[in-house]
């Protein structure tokens, strides 16, 4: 009797859910939870360019999800792929097995990596990445006899997700000021945003190359025998479309090879596509130490990851018995059959349908829609890079970020998904994007902040 009724219970609560669409149970990250619960955004499908709502409203995706669906939404090959693989081999143990799709992906993986960035770890997302980096560079400095380089490099406004590791060589402060003092023996460039003379640049930036500089004063501040790792991310997306200055990047490598320190490219932005190559890697012909990725990698379908290392890096830590383990380090869901058949399906749309390239042939137009919104009262900055760009908005007095809000709030009702920091709209559309959406972002943005408050 007892256990009839809990059904009965749990079948109330079903009903209820399903007649009232309860919000209440799922605390969700990164938002501000009592808005949204007020006035909910539910997406109920995609295809293509479109998210869809219950109803059938249509949105534009100016934000390829987050960052990370490429490909656009519903690609046959990939929906193919998943559903393929889910009836074949949904799981295999991540320590000491291994599966085909494994080492398939990662030698296609590597074959879009310049240089000798040839070995692939697999990580669940751009968090774990970025984890995984940090904790190479410090094992990799150990196992050749320099432990003493355990100090991290990171820049203000990076973003390198939202792990203990990457938060401190983060530099956004409402992402670490709630969670104490963080991983120690952290440093920080300056950032690259706001130089003097770059406002409304065309592509990179021309002034700051001088900033890589930051990082000799920390080799003089700690002396380089105790310095691991610099990460930085080529492009700094979350913090509002950052651009490295001319220069910046290739000052920064240089810096990095005179004292032995490792230079890590945070690409889980950047990556698969979003420049018009396949990597930043690739656009700033800078090649670093270690890449982290993850987003495009699976187009955000499956959550995975992936580090990509120089030869001389694994090298180093194949030493001692052959049947030690070399690394310790790795998760449950790492390399799954899942998330690998995704992102082979994935690739096999980029390569097909010229993806990882296509966003140079559009990247003049993006430019030109991106600026003309320089007249308009409350902009005070763009910028663009690929199929990339910051729209910054002055700051209400009072009332930071309650613009940039209200410009998300109004480009959803109008049909327009876009992504704000701060007072910064961050557009990053879909690489199958067409000119007529871009005429429609542009031109909805530009009927909405011209009528803001």
Aim: hydrophobic letters at 40%; a negative charge.
């Amino acid at each position: 009797m007892h256990y009839h009724a809990e059904r009965g219970n749990e079948d109330i609560k079903k009903k209820k859910f399903m007649t009232t669409q309860n919000l209440e149970n799922y605390w969700m990250p990164f938002t501000a939870n009592r808005q949204f619960k007020s006035k909910p955004r539910i997406l109920e499908s995609a295809n293509g360019m479109y998210y869809t709502e219950k109803g059938g409203r249509k949105i534009l995706d100016g934000v390829a999800g987050l960052w990370c669906c490429n490909a656009g939404h519903n690609r046959p090959r990939i929906v193919e792929a998943v559903r393929e693989q889910v009836g074949k081999l949904d799981y295999a143990p991540a320590f000491q097995m291994g599966h085909q799709k494994q080492f398939e992906l990662a030698e296609r993986l590597a074959g879009h990596m310049p240089g000798d960035l040839n070995k692939v770890f697999f990580t669940n997302s751009g968090s774990e990445s970025v984890e995984t980096a940090l904790k190479m560079a410090i094992a990799y400095h150990r196992v050749r006899g320099e432990g003493h380089r355990t100090r991290l490099i990171g820049r203000e406004k990076g973003y390198h997700g939202v792990n203990f590791g990457g938060m401190s060589v983060g530099g956004m402060p409402a992402n670490r000021k709630m969670f104490g003092s963080l991983v120690a023996g952290v440093d920080h460039l300056r950032h690259t945003h706001g130089v003097e003379g770059n406002a409304y640049s065309k592509g990179q930036p021309q002034y700051g190359e001088e900033l890589a500089d930051d990082l000799i004063r920390m080799v003089e501040l700690h002396d380089a025998s105790t310095i691991a790792a610099v990460i930085v991310e080529p492009l700094a997306g979350s913090a509002g479309v950052i651009l490295p200055p001319q220069g910046y990047l290739q000052r920064l490598r240089k810096i990095c090879d005179e004292h032995g320190i490792l230079l890590i490219f945070d690409e889980v932005i950047t990556g698969f596509g979003r420049l018009g190559t396949p990597f930043a890697v690739d656009y700033f012909d800078v090649e670093p130490d270690l890449v982290t990725t993850a987003k495009g990698l699976t187009n955000g379908v499956v959550p995975m990851g992936a580090v990509f290392a120089q030869d001389f890096i694994y090298d180093a830590f194949m030493d001692g018995p052959p049947n030690a383990v070399e690394f310790f380090h790795g998760y449950t869901y790492s390399g799954n059959p899942m998330a690998c058949a995704t992102a082979l399906g994935v690739l096999d749309t980029y390569e097909e349908e010229g993806l990882l390239t296509r966003a140079s042939s559009l990247a003049d137009y993006w430019q030109e829609k991106v600026h003309s919104l320089r007249d308009l009262e409350h902009v005070i900055d763009l910028r663009n890079l690929g199929l990339i760009a910051g729209i910054e908005l002055r700051p209400r007095e009072g009332a930071p970020t309650a613009r940039a809000f209200d410009a998300f709030l109004q480009a959803y009702d109008a049909g327009l998904l876009i992504r704000t920091t701060g007072d910064i709209i961050a557009l990053s559309p879909p690489l199958i994007i067409e000119k007529e959406h871009i005429d429609f972002a542009f031109g909805t943005l530009r009927e909405i902040i011209t009528n803001l408050e």
